[in-house]
């Protein structure tokens, strides 16, 4: 069985500052995918960026890129020009390649934006 | 799309009592998701449908709670007796799974609060 671990509950960064949120997960398999969801008070979960372990390649998404480590099953989520609106729940979640699209989940990292 | 719709929002309800959550998925998507987010377990995953079919429901916690997926665009979650111990937001997401790891969307969640 997979496990995704956060070891920060709560992290804050100053408005315009970069912030970067941990996560490190366990597996046995060797091609799978890893997500960061936001959840905003609003509870809507949102995808922010998807890295596929095959890629070496760090994915990027505008403000938003992650630092994936595969020896070390590793996969930070670095937030630069940080915003309020980034205020929210972040989670880290894995994803097997041959098992339908369930996703395992971290236990969230609770960020707060201050101005 | 107006994405994954979730109903009730709110559910209040005393123990004892039976509870149904709905979910219409996204036209088109053929698998379903059921996970359910508590403060102390975080995300869990409860039971996936692929083509109406469950495939998993190793995470449904016991006898007492039942999903089925009658057709294509809709979902239902039950709890009967429901407990206090069931309280906690029931989260329902939808994907296309074509053997592509694609992203899953989320509806907004039902609270539920059993007293």
């Known amino acids: 069985a997979q496990t995704v671990t956060q070891s920060q509950p709560e992290m804050s960064v100053q408005e315009a500052e970069t912030v970067t949120l941990s996560c490190t997960y366990d597996?046995?398999?060797?091609?799978?995918?890893l997500f960061w969801y936001k959840q905003p008070p609003s509870r809507q979960m949102i995808l922010v960026i998807r890295?596929?372990?095959?890629?070496?390649q760090n994915a990027t998404e505008n403000r938003f890129s992650v630092n994936f480590q595969k020896a070390a099953k590793s996969f930070s989520l670095k937030i630069s020009d940080s915003q309020l609106g980034d205020t929210a729940m972040y989670f880290c979640?894995?994803?097997?390649?041959?098992?339908?699209?369930?996703?395992?989940f971290g236990g969230g990292t609770r960020l707060m934006v201050k101005p | 799309d107006a994405g994954v719709i979730q109903s009730p929002r709110h559910e209040v309800t005393e123990m004892g009592q039976e509870v149904t959550l709905r979910c219409k998925p996204i036209?088109?998507?053929?698998?379903l998701f059921w996970y359910r987010q508590t403060m102390m377990r975080g995300l869990e995953l409860l039971i996936y449908?692929?083509?109406?079919?469950?495939?998993?429901d190793s995470g449904m916690p016991e006898d007492r709670f039942s999903a089925k997926m009658p057709n294509a665009s809709f979902s239902t979650l039950k709890i009967q007796p429901s407990e206090p111990r069931d309280s906690a937001v029931y989260f329902c997401?939808?994907?296309?799974?074509?053997?592509?790891?694609?992203?899953?969307?989320f509806g907004s969640g039902t609270q539920l609060s059993v007293l």
């Open positions: 997401a939808s994907s296309f799974d074509d053997g592509e790891r694609e992203k899953l969307f």
């Open positions: 597996t046995s398999e060797s091609n799978y995918y």
């Open positions: 890295q596929e372990a095959y890629k070496q």
């Open positions: 979640a894995f994803m097997k390649n041959n098992a339908g699209n369930m996703l395992t």
């Open positions: 036209s088109g998507h053929n698998s």
């Open positions: 449908f692929n083509n109406n079919v469950p495939i998993d």
